[in-house]
């Protein structure tokens, strides 16, 4: 895990207790309130994972820390600084892989990473393509660099991403259903990545809608139900709770294959029983 190095600013960490600090952020799309009121804290060095269904306001939430939807009410604080008005100070820490990356086809990866480095002002020189080199062979795609983007699989244009994401060394990283699309050798790379990123002091927010890569992956979830909080802690505290509460149980249910399956397999123990 030699490669990957975070930027630490001791200064701006000295001072920072909590790295991403929503402060009841609410998004309301006409009829639909998409993100309630919803107040968490990740702190410096954590996985932080937010968990639940598909449309339960993963993506907004996460749109809203990285400024591009703007909250109906509430705010948020990244690295200390207020996403309404120090958004400048703010995108600078942050890193952000999207749900579906929208990447130049008609771009090699290798010039892709390229222009991402130049916005953000990284030196041209041969540190910069060691550094490049080492992130993309570390995710396994230095081979394809030379190729057009058009011609990467899903896994390889979102590893492409990761590594747009990561080339400014951001303390703070954003990943929305990063490890969607990514086999399974791909995905416990990236898992080491992340492990690798937050040792080295970086903090973590991703998404799944999947329960056993947040179990996997996170030291604490946040599992979220029509755009709220409903409860918050470890797997293993989330479990206990889940055994006597009605709606995380549910949502339990849902992730690990939902009552269909229940049904499915009720259906097959009594084909097996005549
Ligand atoms: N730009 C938008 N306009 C209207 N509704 C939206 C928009 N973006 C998301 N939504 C709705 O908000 C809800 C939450 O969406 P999203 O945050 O994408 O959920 P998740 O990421 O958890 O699957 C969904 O009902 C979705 O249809
Ligand atoms: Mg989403």
Redesign the pocket.
Known sequence: MAPVRTHKSPDIDRHVTTMIEALGLTKV??E?T?VDNLTFTVSPGEIYGLL?P????????MRMLLGLLRPTSGTARVAGHDILTEMVQAKRVMGYVP?EPVLPERLTGWEYVNYVSDIWRIPRGPERNQEIEELMTLLDIFDASDDLIETYSKGMARKLSLVAALIHKPRVLILDEVQAGIDPRGAATIKEILNGLRERGATILM?T?VLEIAERMCNRIGI?KE?GLIAEGTMEQLRQRAAGQSSLEEIFLTLTGGPDMQLIAKFLEDVNRE
């Open positions: 799309f006409g639909l998409a639940g598909n449309g339960s306001g993963k993506s907004t939430t749900e998404s809608h979220i755009g």
